[in-house]
């Protein structure tokens, strides 16, 4: 039963940083994929970013070169780093493991 949870979210201008965490547990997979995924009042869930057992990494374009994904094999916690955040940023962050996800954490940039 995996489980995840997320913190680090918050209220923040234009232009600022926050660094998003998710503590991860409950799998014993070796090969394994985690992803952030976001998801605004009145849109659809969408896909940030994500990183795989070997640390290979991808972004959705609009976030490439602001955010960073990142993970903590010894501490099983995963990271987002958002730097030059920006309005559109605003939403709820999930942290994904497969089809099960954390409660979120809430993003706003204004």
């Known amino acids: 039963h995996v489980q995840l949870v997320e913190s680090g979210g918050g209220s923040v201008q234009a232009g600022g940083s926050l660094k998003l965490s998710c503590v991860v547990s409950?799998?014993?997979?070796?090969?394994?994929?985690l992803a952030w995924f976001r998801q605004a009042p009145g849109k659809e869930r969408e896909g940030v970013a994500a990183?795989?057992?070997?640390?290979?990494?991808s972004y959705t374009d609009s976030v490439k070169g602001r955010f960073t994904i990142s993970k903590d094999n010894t501490e099983n916690t995963l990271y987002l780093q958002l730097n030059s955040l920006k309005t559109e940023d605003t939403a709820m962050y999930y942290c994904?493991?497969?089809?099960?996800r954390g409660q979120g954490t809430q993003v706003t940039v204004s």
């Open positions: 994904v493991k497969g089809s099960s």
């Open positions: 409950g799998y014993t997979d070796s090969t394994y994929c």
């Open positions: 990183i795989d057992w070997r640390g290979f990494t």
